[in-house]
């Protein structure tokens, strides 16, 4: 073959297209393979990890060095400042504001992210079993996501109008059902941080709840027929067939969560900005306060390194139960 | 045990103008203790017969009984029946004696007792080895037979299986087919077995019911359904390769009815059973069928009755321990069974001899068969 003909031959493979296809989109269809010479794939893969080499790997080193200096919002760029060992952790790590703050986290933990997946895998059961119909299934998981679609700042000033105490619309409706009898101060210490959590609550449950729904659409429906022939009940169903099924699903929405409570701010900053009296604050926010607001940012890195290994060990944890799982279901 | 029988049993599918008839006016019984095969294309309306039986979906129309009692409208829990799926279905979070004891466990049997029963029924079926491990860890062939144990370990009185050799290898299917039959001797259950291979039906089964288009075409054992197909899908569904169809029309020739295939040379020669069943219908066009299995080379079988026909070879297709001829004569195709040694190739014309009696007619608007 010539390499005239060769390239001909090439070309016509290339440039071939269905006559199906209209005038315009073959006349888009590319001349020349995209694939002309090795630094193409060099430079597909090079791009990106240089990105993240910039916005993720770098900023880690420095924030892990600076954790370790006496770093001030002033002398940051002129390099003045002098190492002080691990005394940034010394000072987070004895500081009450930061172990309340790591109590209030284990409260937004449980009760907002678990909270979260358990309705979420609730809704996504209840949905999938008793409606049938893929129209009403559709729009009903549409009007559960669209919390989700909303901007924090939103959320979180939309939660301040209906939990305002005086004349907000839950204080009313509670009042008018005779639930309460007086108003409840739903930003007063020691509440402040349920009433984000419920916002959150709110604004996060579709999340595992598309997860689980999803998990649940993918089960094989064969099994569900033999479990009926087998004389099994729903409840039965549930507990040793569906819910073991859907283990790795529930364990992928928690550490979903689980990621994003650990970077948990937006909200506590609209509703109540850590207060009253740093009584609904969260490391994260602390971070930021003493980072960004009070410009020790030597001290915010080593907030930063330990909310990073907190969060490091439970979504490590999670990996394992489900490397677990998976292996004795005999997937990995 | 149970005598199953299903009266006048229609299921439609949707409604409106989307509505599918999957199965209509289905009559059927099957005895206690009979092995029935349901055999069809897909689509036919089997597995939605065999689903129906089971409970896991509702009849449109018609009554199911059970021993002469009405179970249309229970539960599958309800009617003590046990199923093996195509697909097996195992719970793939339980080990297989889990798997085995699973229906036990429902039913509340005490743990001692489901692992002895879930032994015994490993021990029968081989997979004694297996049982503390999970379904993906399986062969096709084991999880099978798991689906089945699974299905035996309650003693239902009906025992239905579905297609469930359609993903085995040719190896285990025979494997299969030998374990079914040793069950259903050693059981005497009543099983329904749903396929599309007439291989499995023939093999296993006491009785076969062909179904077509949502419609049940007939019920009968192997040899019935061989030599006296009730109409033209049966016949072309039954045997391999299948019957050899020719469109004809009836002619006298020195007082004896023959009938002279369209655009060919090709005349069959008729018994005189068959000629008095053509001359009673009156009818001017008919479908002759003729088994390949049925044409043989041999002339000297001193049968002075024999007809014969005269074709040109298009294809000698060698399978070992037989060829199969395709001929041409005309416009008209057909094959024939023949030894392997046939040397014969393409464009000879050959000589084929066949029984008179062996010649099927089938009407050619109703395709059913008149003699």
């Given at each position: 073959m010539t390499p005239e003909r060769k390239e001909a031959v090439v070309s016509e493979i290339v440039r071939g297209t269905p006559s199906t296809y209209p005038a315009w989109f073959s006349a888009r269809k590319r001349s020349k393979p995209l694939i002309v010479s090795r630094r193409v794939p060099i430079l597909l893969v090079g791009l990106p990890v240089l990105v993240l080499l910039a916005i993720v790997i770098y900023p880690t080193?420095?924030?892990?060095?600076?954790?370790?200096?006496?770093?001030?919002?002033?002398?940051?760029?002129?390099?003045?400042?002098?190492?002080?060992?691990?005394?940034?952790?010394?000072?987070?790590l004895s500081s009450e504001r930061f172990h309340d703050s790591l109590w209030h986290l284990a409260l937004y933990l449980f009760f907002g992210a678990c909270l979260q997946v358990l309705l979420g895998t609730l809704l996504a059961l209840i949905i999938y079993e008793y409606l049938k119909s893929n129209l009403a299934r559709a729009l009903i998981l549409i009007l559960l996501v669209l919390p989700m679609m909303l901007p924090p700042s939103i959320v979180g000033t939309l939660w301040r109008f209906?939990?305002?105490?005086?004349?907000?619309?839950?204080?009313?409706?509670?009042?008018?059902?005779?639930?309460?009898?007086?108003?409840?101060?739903?930003?007063n210490a020691g509440v402040s941080l349920w009433s984000i959590i419920i916002a959150d609550v709110w604004n996060w449950t579709a999340l595992p709840l598309l997860i689980v729904y999803s998990g649940r659409v993918s089960l094989p429906p064969a099994v569900y027929e033999a479990a009926r022939v087998d004389g099994a009940g729903q409840w039965k169903v549930l507990r040793r067939i569906t819910l073991p099924m859907l283990k790795e699903v529930i364990a992928i929405a928690f550490i979903l969560r689980f990621t994003d409570a650990f970077k948990f701010v937006d909200l506590v900053y609209v509703m109540t900005s850590g207060g009253p009296a740093?009584?609904?604050?969260?490391?994260?926010?602390?971070?930021?306060?003493?980072?960004?607001r009070e410009f020790a940012i030597g001290e915010a890195a080593a907030y930063a390194i330990i909310i990073f290994a907190i969060s490091a060990i439970i979504v490590t944890l999670f990996l394992k139960y489900m490397k677990r799982v998976m292996k004795a279901q005999g997937l990995a | 045990m149970a005598r199953v029988t299903l009266?006048?049993?229609?299921?439609?599918?949707?409604?409106?103008?989307?509505?599918?008839?999957?199965?209509?006016?289905?009559?059927?019984?099957?005895?206690?203790?009979?092995f029935v095969a349901l055999l069809g294309p897909s689509g036919c309306g089997k597995t939605s017969t065999l689903r129906m039986i089971v409970g896991l979906e509702s009849v449109t129309s018609g009554r199911i009984r059970f021993d002469g009692q009405d179970v249309t409208h229970l539960e599958p829990q309800q009617r003590n029946v046990a199923m093996a799926f195509e697909t097996?279905?195992?719970?793939?979070?339980?080990?297989?004696?889990?798997?085995?004891?699973?229906?036990?466990?429902?039913?509340?049997?005490?743990?001692?007792?489901?692992?002895?029963?879930?032994h015994q029924v490993a021990e029968m079926l081989r997979i004694t080895p297996v049982l503390k491990e999970k379904p993906p860890g399986l062969s096709g062939g084991q999880q099978q037979r798991v689906s089945l144990g699974r299905a035996l370990i309650r003693e239902p009185a009906v025992f239905i299986l579905d297609e469930?050799?359609?993903?085995?290898?040719?190896?285990?299917?025979?494997?299969?087919?030998?374990?079914?039959?040793?069950?259903?001797?050693?059981?005497?259950?009543?099983?329904?077995?749903?396929?599309?291979?007439?291989?499995?039906?023939?093999?296993?089964?006491?009785?076969?019911?062909?179904?077509?288009?949502?419609?049940?075409?007939?019920?009968?054992?192997?040899?019935?359904?061989?030599?006296?197909?009730?109409?033209?899908?049966?016949?072309?569904f039954i045997g391999e390769p299948p019957t050899n169809f020719f469109t004809a029309r009836p002619l006298q020739e020195n007082g004896s009815l023959t009938m002279q295939v369209d655009n060919s040379t090709l005349r069959f020669q008729l018994s005189s059973e068959a000629q008095a069943a053509v001359n009673a219908t009156g009818g001017e066009r008919f479908i002759v069928g003729l088994r390949p299995q049925n044409l043989t080379l041999d002339p000297n079988r001193g049968d002075p009755n024999?007809?014969?026909?005269?074709?040109?070879?298009?294809?000698?297709?060698?399978?070992?321990?037989?060829?199969?001829?395709?001929?041409?004569?005309?416009?008209?195709?057909?094959?024939?069974?023949?030894?392997?040694?046939?040397?014969?190739?393409?464009?000879?014309?050959?000589?084929?001899?066949?029984?008179?009696?062996?010649?099927?007619?089938?009407?050619?608007?109703?395709?059913?068969?008149?003699?």
């Open positions: 080193i420095w924030m892990f060095y600076h954790s370790l200096r006496d770093t001030n919002i002033n002398h940051l760029f002129s390099g003045e400042h002098a190492s002080v060992g691990l005394e940034n952790y010394r000072t987070v209906l939990l305002t105490p005086s004349n907000g619309a839950i204080n009313q409706a509670l009042l008018d059902l005779g639930i309460i009898s007086s108003h409840i101060e739903w930003f740093q009584s609904s604050e969260l490391p994260t926010y602390i971070a930021f306060q003493r980072g960004i | 009266a006048d049993v229609n299921k439609i599918y949707g409604t409106g103008t989307r509505a599918v008839h999957a199965v209509q006016d289905l009559d059927l019984t099957i005895n206690d203790g009979e097996y279905a195992l719970y793939p979070n339980f080990t297989i004696e889990e798997n085995l004891t699973f229906p036990l466990e429902v039913q509340g049997v005490p743990p001692k007792e489901r692992r002895r029963r879930a469930v050799m359609s993903h085995l290898d040719a190896h285990l299917k025979f494997q299969m087919l030998f374990d079914l039959k040793r069950l259903h001797r050693d059981l005497k259950r009543t099983m329904i077995y749903v396929t599309h291979d007439q291989v499995e039906a023939l093999a296993l089964a006491d009785r076969i019911a062909v179904m077509s288009n949502a419609k049940l075409q007939q019920v009968g054992g192997r040899a019935a359904l061989y030599n006296r197909p009730a109409n033209a899908f049966v016949a072309d024999r007809g014969r026909l005269k074709a040109a070879i298009a294809i000698n297709e060698y399978l070992g321990e037989r060829s199969i001829l395709t001929l041409e004569s005309g416009k008209a195709r057909f094959r024939a069974l023949v030894p392997p040694e046939t040397a014969a190739g393409q464009r000879d014309i050959i000589d084929l001899f066949y029984d008179p009696t062996r010649v099927m007619i089938f009407d050619a608007e109703t395709e059913d068969l008149i003699v």
